[in-house]
């Protein structure tokens, strides 16, 4: 579960603005939660906090009861191996194969040679990219790159999946795969936090939507009925 306690973020840049600002929300294991807002809401600012990158100003932060900023630094990549992050841009490595793009998240976390062979090729048929496992980045479509960015976040089969802008550089058709990806994993167990500004995704599946605005939620309601897998 996680939890944010009466959360300040504020920046030291002379604006006196909060990126979060008397912040509490709760997340319950295995929801299927999007964020929503325009830019500067705070959005992204929750999963830094998340994810250890700052520590708030004020509040407590608590992912199954441990509170992140008490993390020891040495400690934050074992934190983090039960996280998974999808980002806007992909950010594959170009010059490395598909394959080698997951299973790079696995040599992270010092996973073996024959454990990796399982895997990756696993994750990957999951995905949708049995037989693009030779494939460079650049020789796939952006929609392909996104399922390899996927599949890099949960081959290690993580508690929690974060997605920041994931269908951003996607067509209609192409968003609507991906978010039906990622809700796939949410139906296995793992919690998905999606941070957008596409309204039209919202009405795609059952899920709980939280609007922010300047550093505050001003609307949490759920939609459809999440006790149900996705149509």
Known sequence: MIEFRRVNKYYEDGSGSHALKDFDLTVEDGEFLFIIGDSGAGKSTLFRLLLGEEKPSSG?????GNDVSRIRRSRLPY????????????????DHTVYENVAMAQRVIS?????????VPKILAEVGLSGKEKSLP?????GEQ????????????????LADEPTG???????????????????????????????????????RVITMRDGQIVSDERRGDESHEPA
């Open 111 to 119: 996973a073996t040679r024959a454990g990796m062979k399982k895997r």
């Open 60 to 64: 407590t932060v608590l992912v199954d």
């Open 169 to 207: 550089n996607l067509d209609p058709s192409t968003s609507a795969d991906v978010l039906s990806l990622l809700a796939g994993f949410r139906n296995s167990g793992t919690t998905v936090i999606v941070v957008t500004h596409d309204m039209s995704l919202i009405d795609l599946y059952p899920c």
């Open 138 to 142: 650049s020789q796939l479509s952006g």
């Open 146 to 161: 996104q399922r390899v960015a996927i599949a890099r976040a949960v081959v290690g089969g993580p508690q929690y999946l």
């Open 79 to 94: 934190y983090r191996r039960h996280f998974g992050v999808v980002f806007q841009d992909f950010r594959l490595l170009k």
